[in-house]
């Protein structure tokens, strides 16, 4: 099995168990704080992912530049000096980020999240706390990237399942032995953020430096970005635009529900995550390789690469997100165990789904534009979102529920994806635009649909329990990717795994 087909397993282990964990945690932080407190705790989570998004531009730099090169002395000296000139940045973000939160916590607790009745004080206090533990939250990012970037993924992954672990089972404990407040909640967010900065950090340097000694000196060696600036100036601004398209819609939200709404809405997009967090792996695990065979000019394995991964890519999101949007209501309740939130949560997290869906078909094109260094084509499609979306949906937030805020969102990655896959593959491959999209997109998701379609209206007419109606859709899905797969790789059946095994990313 080849170096990326492991890193791809274990993305997604790490990236699958740290989803399960959301998904196991989420409604026992409702059941032992109440839907109000967690509704301070999703503003968390949305500030968590515009910061992620934010973040993308520094450690994508870092992350392409950990890539390239050999394991000379040099080599590694050389990727030391840009590691510590970008900590040094990332040190002076995470002192604003707790700077301001802190500073802001009377606005965001008075004027900004409608906390109903909590208490302000002790909501402010977690506030500022949550602030700081968002900082070394954005820092633990960057090592992650740098440790990625190296392609030691089992390692990186194994680190953050434990902290993981540790962060939302952990804070369970200590909010039922000290006191059921966001005080003691974000508190230990911040501990396990600060110890899984450092641990994070020693492993890094240990791998980059091995038996070595390096010294970097500020007033030289940061000149070293100078290599670098543009792309991660151009990085910069992408994270930045995708940050705001991608998290606007809860920020307003934010403002305009009252708490409790807030976990509705919060809850039915962490379930529309899925799609994402199964192309996520994939992404990760190739965008080294994709800066490899793009470094030393093989186009024939990079656009290989890419067709695969690609392919790989949609069957998984779609399979997954188009299962999930026609039995949202069922998952939700399973899931939250809470009726009002699946009744109210299913149609948003239908449309959501299906955006999250459309936009994880972007991750693949969006990677093969960076590891070519090309970020014009990112910023231009990411600014039309920003020129485009937002006013539409800060009118309606403000006129209308969440179902239609969600179908917004799902109505413009409609519009905005085939898009822009089709300019990248146009500028930046030197495939055939019109036969790769109909043999790798459209047809594809026409398989994918009408076979969930079908067995959707057949569940319909069956007299199933919750545990049936589960393995019900559990195969079902299963047997829809096995078919999609083999018409799309045309392979026999038989054949797939040792595809996977042999072929999938040589």
Known sequence: MGAVNKNIIANIIGRGLSMISVFIFIPIYISILGAKMYGVISFYVILQGILIFADAGLTATLKRELAKGDDSFESRFTKFKILRSIEVIYIFIVFLIGFSI?????????????????????????????????????????????????????????????????????????????????????????????LYVIILRIFLLKVLKKKDRFKWVIKTDFKILKSVWKYAVGMFIIAVIASINSQFDKIVLSSYLVVS???????????????????????????????QYFDRKNNVKLYRVFNN??????????????????????????????????????????????????????????????????????????????????????????????????????????????????????????LNCYKWGLNNLVKPIIIIVLGSSIFYFINLKLDL?????????????????????????????????KFIKNELFT
């Open 102 to 194: 802190f500073c802001g916590s009377d606005f965001i607790v008075d004027s900004w999240l409608n906390i109903e009745d909590l208490d302000f004080q002790s909501t402010k206090s977690g506030i500022q706390l949550m602030g700081i533990a968002l900082g070394f939250n954005f820092l633990s990012t960057l090592y992650q990237g740098g440790v990625i970037g190296l392609e030691k993924q089992i390692a990186s992954n194994f680190l953050q399942i434990v902290w993981g672990v540790l962060k939302n089972g952990g804070v369970i404990i200590a909010v039922l032995l000290i006191d059921k407040s966001l005080t003691v909640f974000f508190g230990w967010q911040l501990i396990i953020n600060i």
């Open 261 to 291: 709404e807030l976990t509705i809405y919060t809850v039915a997009y962490s379930l529309s995550t899925i799609p994402v967090v199964l192309s996520g792996p994939i992404a990760t695990a190739i965008f080294p390789r994709l800066t």
């Open 309 to 430: 991964s690609f392919n790989l890519v949609l069957l998984l999101a779609t399979t997954a997100g188009t299962i999930l949007a026609f039995y949202s209501g069922y998952f939700l309740e399973i899931w939250t165990q809470n009726k009002e939130i699946a009744i109210k949560g299913a149609l948003p997290a239908t449309f959501l789904l299906l955006s999250q869906v459309l936009l994880s078909l972007q991750v693949i094109p969006f990677y093969l534009a960076l590891a070519k260094g090309n970020t014009k084509i990112n910023i231009i499609v990411g600014l039309l979102g920003i020129i485009t979306l937002i006013p539409i949906i800060i009118v309606v937030a403000k006129y209308y529920d969440i179902v239609i805020v969600a179908l917004t969102t799902f109505l413009y990655y409609l519009i905005i994806t085939p898009i822009y896959i089709g300019v990248i593959v146009y500028k930046l491959t030197n």
């Open 465 to 497: 329990n919750f545990i049936l109606k589960g393995l019900y859709i559990l195969i079902t899905s299963i047997a829809v990717f096995i078919i999609s797969f083999s018409l799309t790789f045309k392979i026999k059946l038989k054949n797939i795994f």
